[in-house]
């Protein structure tokens, strides 16, 4: 079958779409991913089988104007609706997969009139998302958005746009029961496909043994991920003064990226604690060396704010962590306190608690055979049960599903 992707971003990269389209064109099926472009792009690529078509968004200020205030008053988004009736034209696609909520109704009024069926994927709980993602933008900001999209004008458009998708995809059993509840979705519509990794991939990536090296006299506790105010890293911040009183020669490793106006917030908190030499910011990293910065560490964090947010999700960090043995430190947000808990692979504390997390750092420091049994049974969660292999069948199942149920082409 001819599938055509869906995502407002630029790719790559993006670990769940690859993740998603290596899988489906293992299964004998070809990919054509929509996504935005920028200069220095091309247009048309193909990476690793995914046939990569980039547009580049409106340049003129008033076709800027035109697509805001039309998307900010009825949710869609003429330009992509037309590149995507082209591509569907073009390459006869019998089935469209778009990737989060941004563009779903103009997805859905493209599949519509072509009749092709359409699965929603839905990586976050968008509209808690947007609530989560206001709280980085400046006072003034947040007033203008929040008076022209108020989060209930989401709500809204989530409930009554999946309403028309054939089906959802979504990252955790606790987003399942938000779209079934909050957004009258039947269960049998939905398939949860959690945000774990490939682990032949994630293996196959080689260890910078001269980057572990750097860092052997420190003892590491790590973040890996994006930088953003709902993600918890001023908390990891906090906690520091207490965890060096205990290990002086701790650092907290923060690798990635996020709004500027974030980041230096944080490095302004670092120098009001007098903890800036303790305190690293990589900045981005490619991902062929995210399980170098995992194997140098020594407990590795997820230290999410819980909300509406980060209740129906989860990260892919937490399942690399356990992938290479690492003790994981997670707050209580729902997805990430059962995870740990099932398989005993870390130790949870309350959202916010940063003195409960230096107390539990300083007490890993001290019980090494303690985190090394975490590390073990994280291992053994990922081999058993959390890894992309199951995970693909699940996918592929469900094109079968939609292959049957419109009668469409292999």
């Not at 993006?14 to 929509?34: C, F, M, P, Q, T």
């Not at 399942?176 to 039947?186: L, Q, S």
């Not at 196959?204 to 006299?217: A, C, G, Q, S």
Request: glycine share 4%; charged share 25%; with cysteine.
């Amino acid at each position: 079958m001819n599938i055509c992707m869906i995502l407002k971003r630029y790719f790559p990269p993006d670990i769940r779409v690859e993740k998603e389209a290596r899988s489906l064109i293992r299964a004998g099926h070809n990919i054509y991913l929509l996504s935005l472009g920028k200069i220095g792009m091309p247009s048309r690529e193909n990476i690793n089988g995914i046939n990569v078509i980039r547009i580049s968004s409106p340049k003129s200020f008033i076709n800027k104007a035109w697509s805001f205030f039309w998307f900010n008053l009825f949710f869609e988004n003429i330009f992509w609706e037309k590149n995507l009736e082209y591509i569907a034209k073009q390459y006869k696609i019998d089935i469209i997969h778009v990737h989060d909520l941004l563009l779903v109704k103009s997805a859905v009024i493209i599949s519509k009139k072509l009749n092709i069926p359409i699965i929603a994927d839905l990586h976050e709980n968008f509209p808690e998302g947007i609530r989560a993602w206001r709280k980085i933008k400046i006072p003034l900001k947040n007033r203008l958005f929040n008076s022209i999209l108020p989060i209930w004008r989401w709500k809204i458009y989530e409930k009554s746009t999946l309403n028309h998708v054939d089906e959802i995809i979504t990252v955790v059993d606790e987003s399942k029961v938000h779209y079934i509840n909050d957004c009258k979705i039947p269960s049998e519509k939905i398939t949860v496909l959690m945000n774990v990794e490939d682990l032949e991939e994630f293996y196959n990536l080689k260890i910078d043994e001269n980057l572990v090296t750097k860092y052997k006299n420190n003892f590491i506790i790590s973040y890996i991920g994006g930088f953003g105010t709902h993600r918890g890293i001023d908390i990891a911040i906090r906690s520091m003064p207490k965890v060096l009183e205990e290990i002086p020669n701790a650092k907290l490793l923060l690798v990635g990226r996020g709004p500027k106006e974030y980041k230096e917030r944080l490095n302004k908190l670092c120098k009001e604690l007098k903890v800036r030499n303790n305190v690293e910011f990589t900045g981005w990293v490619d991902f062929s060396l995210v399980p170098s910065y995992i194997a140098l560490s020594d407990v590795c964090l997820v230290p999410h704010h819980a909300s509406g947010h980060t209740n129906t999700t989860i990260p892919h960090k937490l399942f690399q962590y356990m992938a290479l043995k690492k003790p994981v430190l997670v707050t209580n947000c729902k997805p990430l306190e059962r995870v740990v808990k099932e398989y005993n692979c870390g130790i949870v504390f309350p959202s916010g608690d940063y003195s409960e997390m230096a107390k539990i750092v300083v007490k890993l420091f001290k019980n090494s055979e303690l985190a090394k049994k975490f590390g073990e049974n994280g291992r053994k969660a990922v081999e058993e049960k959390y890894n992309w292999g199951n995970e693909e069948k699940k996918l592929c199942k469900l094109y079968e599903k939609l292959k049957t149920e419109y009668k469409l082409n292999s």
